[in-house]
């Protein structure tokens, strides 16, 4: 065996470090590109007379949004159920159970309707916005758009991105509906709590900060769902297989993203009071 | 052919991936209504060569003019303006898939003119009747046959009336039969529309039938560029030899592939 230099494992590893730091930049670049271009097609195409199709936008908005409508309801009232559930127990232990639709609120309006939503769409429409870039891309359908004059980023990327940016927002204020309904309904069975009286309670616990809160973070996670699926797709390699990595790369990467995300949303809310 | 205008001239154009080279110093011209056939083994750099002369690679060495701009100078904008000028049908097709293969043939109408939907749809129709496709535009890619696939990738491809075409390999794929009538179809195309045409491919019988000029690329290299008859008659030993290898594995007759493959499978059943 060649004896091992020290000096040289070290340089290796520093070499390591600023290439992979140097990639990740230039991710973070591109994705600002992707962002800045898109907006730019969206207020300026039309001026250019190259508008953003509208056709195209709102089948992206069907696919994002309206397809998504059953599960999210699904799920979120399921969430809702359960916030209800574990907080009737954990407040019982204080005699405070009749609290528990302040717990449910503001969980569900800042926390859960976001997070369930982004993830959600992450999975669906994040994974499926990969998997057709990437497809087009080595069927060469990207080479022919070029080829053919139209910009990918007006004619792909700025409708799917316009798409989430609306249906994942309208998504998250429909999954926040059905989870305080849920909510709401076990309250009543087990606290005898009437669904007038909740829905009071609701409003007073919720104000106009917590439903900004929530609303923000859905518009960030959308930009960053579209974003990650986009780059994953556009840098697929290899043909089939590289489509199926990209698109898991993307579901794991739009996740993270988004839990991380909701974390320094939560520190800035409670740092800034 | 030698006196008409030169649709795209490229000078010394020099490329690398890395360390390795692709392109080395090539140099060649092509010809207003002339269809000039690029030719060369897997790795020789036709494909890179090829994407070059779409404009969808830039040259940070040697000079490269399209239509008589040096496509290098060439602002967003004025890029956007040449690329109408020129028409595309790629290997596979390239043909949407979310889209029909009416709505695949009038992208670029609806992007790039103003004309009025019925107008299109008349424009689209004449197009599939020269491709052979008439009656074909409501179905989806997925429904289409190689051949018809590639067809349409014509029909979209010249709708624009480009004034340069590029076919990418358009015999790959397809059997002798469908391969021969796509070459009908590109001499057609130009006999009809007098445009430029650039195709590479590796099939030497559909070479021979279509160019008027043929470019053989080896090792990123230009090693001829002339006319068939020039070609077949080259003293040169290392093309005659390129040019009986490439015959030689080309699988033309499909009678003789069955049999080959039957016997082998026969094979694998007596071993078995």
């Known amino acids: ?273 | 052919m030698a006196d008409t205008r030169k649709m795209i001239e490229v000078e010394d154009l020099v490329t690398h991936y890395g360390t390795r080279m692709i392109l080395q110093g090539v140099s060649m011209d092509v010809r207003e209504g002339e269809i000039m056939v690029i030719m060369g083994g897997s790795g020789s750099g036709k494909s890179t060569l090829l994407r070059y002369l779409m404009a969808l690679e830039t040259p940070t060495s040697g000079t490269m003019r399209i239509l008589d701009r040096d496509i290098s100078e060439l602002s967003m904008k004025e890029m956007f303006a040449l690329r109408k000028k020129l028409g595309v049908a790629f290997q596979g097709g390239a043909l949407f898939s979310s889209m029909t293969v009416g709505e695949n043939i009038m992208l670029p109408l609806f992007e790039h003119t103003d004309l009025d939907r019925q107008t299109m749809d008349i424009m689209v129709r004449l197009k599939l009747e020269v491709v052979d496709l008439a009656g074909f535009e409501d179905l989806t890619p997925a429904e289409l046959s190689g051949g018809m696939i590639k067809r349409a990738a014509f029909a979209r491809a010249v709708i624009m009336d480009p004034r340069i075409l590029f076919c990418d390999e358009p015999s790959a794929g397809l059997d002798p039969v469908v391969s021969s009538a796509l070459d009908d179809l590109i001499l057609r195309l130009r006999d009809a529309m007098g445009m430029a045409i650039v195709v590479v491919t590796h099939e030497l019988e559909s070479a021979f039938k279509i160019a008027d000029r043929i470019t053989v690329l080896d090792r990123g290299k230009i090693l001829f560029i002339g006319t068939v008859e020039e070609l077949r008659n080259h003293p040169s030993e290392r093309i005659q030899n390129l040019l009986n290898r490439r015959m030689e594995d080309d699988p033309v007759d499909p009678d003789e592939y069955l049999r080959r493959l039957m016997g082998e499978k026969m094979q694998e059943g007596a071993t078995a």
């Open chain 1, 1 to 273: 065996m060649p004896p091992t230099s020290t000096s040289g494992s070290v340089s290796d590893f520093l070499e390591r470090v600023g290439r992979a730091a140097t990639s990740s930049f230039a991710e973070f670049g591109f994705a600002g590109v992707l962002v800045a271009q898109s907006l730019f097609w969206l207020f300026f195409g039309p001026r250019l007379r190259q508008p953003v199709r509208m056709g195209a936008i709102i089948a992206q908005m069907r696919e994002v949004g309206i397809n998504a409508i059953p599960i999210v309801a699904v799920l979120s009232t399921a969430i809702g159920a359960v916030l209800a559930m574990q907080g009737i127990i954990s407040l019982k232990k204080f005699g405070a159970e009749s609290q528990v639709t302040f717990g449910i609120a503001i969980s569900m309006v800042r926390e859960f309707a976001p997070l369930i939503t982004g993830i959600l769409v992450a999975g669906r429409s994040g994974s499926a916005l990969a998997a057709r870039i990437g497809t087009m891309k080595i069927n060469q359908e990207m080479d022919a758009l070029e080829v053919m004059g139209i910009n990918p980023v007006r004619f792909l990327v700025a409708p799917a991105l316009f798409a989430m940016i609306v249906m994942v927002p309208a998504l998250t204020i429909f999954s926040g509906f059905m989870g305080l309904y849920a909510g709401g309904l076990y309250v009543g069975i087990d606290l005898s709590v009437s669904m007038d009286a909740y829905i009071t309670q609701v409003i007073d616990a919720l104000d106009a900060a917590d439903v900004l809160h929530g609303f923000a973070k859905s518009i960030a996670f959308a930009v960053l769902i579209a974003i990650i699926g986009v780059m994953n797709g556009a840098g697929v390699q290899g043909g089939a297989e590289g489509v199926g990595k990209a698109t898991t790369r993307s579901v794991v990467q739009a996740i993270s993203a988004i839990v991380i995300t909701d974390m320094i949303f939560v520190l800035m809310a409670t740092q800034m009071g």
